[in-house]
């Protein structure tokens, strides 16, 4: 879906502070009036404005602040990436990387930008469809569904980075009152969340003629997870049992094509944002703006810049295996062969033992075919490869055919490669994670081994120009009476793993494992190790009752202010 200029038709109404009256009867320049909004078009292009937000790109003067994969807040900040490029380069997510974080670090400001005029941006269409007398009924209830299911996205959004957080509603929102929208966050927000998925569920239609608009599956996805979150097994299960007996999403062959611009909207697609290119926007402002930082920085390749989101060592490491079997408890004993330090010009081998095949799909390395720009150099992609690694970031890149098409004339790193925020894979693995606690361990084993037998589809592996698997590949499903599925800690150990394999470098790692309770435990024993390969860890720890959630952005508290104090409370720790 195409992004639109957007007016905020009712922030712009609100009534301002003059010393005359004759200001107040002169309509400000671009503004669009409630009246030229009141039709067909205008909800619909209030509509179109708020989708435009599910990047995270267009609030404020956002980019990768509030980027829709989550790249900082749920990569860089748990054990699934590096900061990379060089120490001195946006040092802010550095501080973020390292736990450094404080309240007025400017990310997290442009996260709540991003996210809350994206909920002010639903509203406004929740506040408009009413009064527009063309629509019938039927209509009406569509845009409503699809304004409900995306003020739930963003306030989930929200939970999940700050946990104590304001839910803003059409009836809280009052344009003639500007302190309307100055909450308290005192409030646990799921059940708003789920009752905005819920009215999304039951409205939405299964399938919509326009790609990127919200539909019935996507609604039951996104509630399912919401209910995931709060450990509220049985109605999780429900939701993704009646996506999966729907019968209308499958894992497509090959793993690679759900992250390439070609295979956009593809058959195991539930819900992604959208990305185009050479559209007429300007400056290619619809391609993907949050991760125009991420591309190899040089070596004659795929861009010039600008070097950051670098696989941890400890991601490749987890893609070991053994007998085609994950190693869950001595993955990190032992590093997967790497070229730290070596020249380009130096004879280099990569890892011949036991690989997950998903590995070279989430992380380009030396040695390797990188997509198709051919085999990738090692450390003439690096900017700073003591600082950042020997890796680069690979599943949101375009192909070297892609350029000219499927990347802006302008600028080849705004691509249209979509986002996918659900997948059928993704859902699979959340109901699995279901099942073992409902007891269902066997169930889990299927649902894992589905997706394990995916990623095993020769078809899919990364191979040489002579056609030949481009390492050594080796990738099983768990038998009956595996010791994974044993137990329901056993199965909940293989589960989290899978999600991590499955899902690496897509932003998901650091909100899972403050879900499940151990990201103090899985993220200080990281550090640890960590501090002996990258020498800014010295130091750095994970505290439990703090660094689970970011601090409320300072401007922010200092904004909600009414009669001298603020409706905003600091998180804890902060």
């Not at 619909?44 to 609030?59: E, F, K, P, Q, R």
């Not at 979150?229 to 996506?243: G, L, P, S, V, Y």
């Not at 904004?559 to 600091?570: E, F, V």
């Amino acid at each position: 879906m195409k992004k639109i200029t957007y007016l905020t038709s009712f922030l712009l109404l609100g009534l301002a502070t003059s010393c005359s009256d004759e200001f107040l009867e002169t309509r400000p320049k671009a503004a669009l009036s409630i009246e030229t909004l009141k039709n067909r078009a205008g909800v619909n292009y209030l509509l179109t404005g708020a989708y435009s937000l599910l990047d995270g790109v267009g609030a404020g003067t956002t980019t990768w602040h509030g980027s829709a994969d989550n790249w900082i807040y749920g990569s860089v900040a748990a054990d699934d990436a590096y900061k990379g490029t060089i120490a001195g380069d946006q040092p802010e997510i550095s501080l973020i990387e390292q736990k450094l974080i404080q309240p007025d670090n400017t990310h997290f400001r442009g996260k709540w930008q991003a996210v809350y005029d994206g909920v002010a941006r639903a509203n406004d269409v929740l506040l408009l469809v009413d009064q527009v007398e063309e629509l019938t009924d039927a209509e009406k209830t569509q845009i409503k569904a699809q304004a409900h299911f995306l003020r739930g996205h963003y306030h989930f959004e929200a939970k999940k980075m700050w946990n104590n957080v304001p839910y803003i509603d059409e009836k809280a929102y009052n344009p003639d009152d500007l302190n309307s929208t100055r909450l308290t966050n005192d409030k646990d927000i799921w059940p708003n969340i789920e009752a905005d998925f819920k009215f999304a569920l039951d409205n939405l239609p299964e399938t919509q003629t326009q790609k990127g608009r919200a539909t019935k599956w996507a609604a039951a996805a996104m509630l399912g997870k919401a209910y995931l979150f709060q450990r509220k097994w049985a109605e999780a299960k429900a939701q993704f049992d009646a996506i999966v007996n729907s019968g209308r999403y499958k894992l497509v062959d090959r793993y690679n094509d759900n992250f390439r611009a070609s295979t956009n909207n593809n058959a195991e697609s539930i819900f992604e944002v959208q990305h185009s290119v050479n559209d007429g926007a300007p400056g290619g402002e619809n391609g993907n703006q949050g991760a125009t930082l991420n591309y190899p920085y040089g070596g004659g390749g795929v861009t010039t810049c600008c070097g950051f989101y670098q696989p941890t060592q400890n991601l490749v490491n987890s893609f070991k295996t053994q007998n085609g079997l994950p190693l869950f408890d001595t993955y990190n004993n032992s590093d997967v062969k790497n070229d730290q330090n070596i020249e380009v010009t130096q004879a280099f081998t990569p890892e011949e033992g036991e690989l997950d095949p998903r590995l070279d799909h989430t992380v380009g390395r030396r040695g390797i075919p990188f997509l198709d720009w051919g085999v990738h150099p090692g450390k003439a992609y690096i900017r700073d490869q003591a600082y950042g690694g020997p890796y680069s970031p690979r599943k949101h890149l375009m192909y070297r055919s892609d350029v000219g098409t499927n990347t802006f004339s302008g600028n080849p790193r705004l691509n249209a490669n979509n986002y996918r925020m659900i997948r059928y894979a993704h859902v699979l693995l959340m109901l699995a994670e279901a099942e073992v606690e409902l007891g269902n361990l066997s169930r889990a084993r299927e649902l894992v081994n589905m997706v394990r037998s995916r990623a095993a589809n020769p078809d899919g592996f990364v191979k040489t120009a002579d056609g030949k698997p481009a390492a050594n590949y080796v990738i099983k499903e768990y038998a009956a009476g595996d010791p994974a599925f044993s137990t329901a800690a056993n199965a909940r150990t293989a589960v989290r793993f899978e999600t991590r394999l499955e899902l690496g470098m897509e932003g998901h790692r650091f909100f899972d494992l403050v879900r499940w309770g151990i990201a103090d435990q899985v993220l200080n024993a990281y550090y640890a190790v960590e501090k002996n390969k990258r020498t800014y860890f010295n130091g750095v720890s994970f505290t439990k009752g703090k660094h689970e959630y970011y601090p409320i952005p300072l401007q922010e508290i200092v904004n909600s202010q009414m009669d001298g104090k603020a409706t905003l409370k600091q998180n804890p720790g902060y």
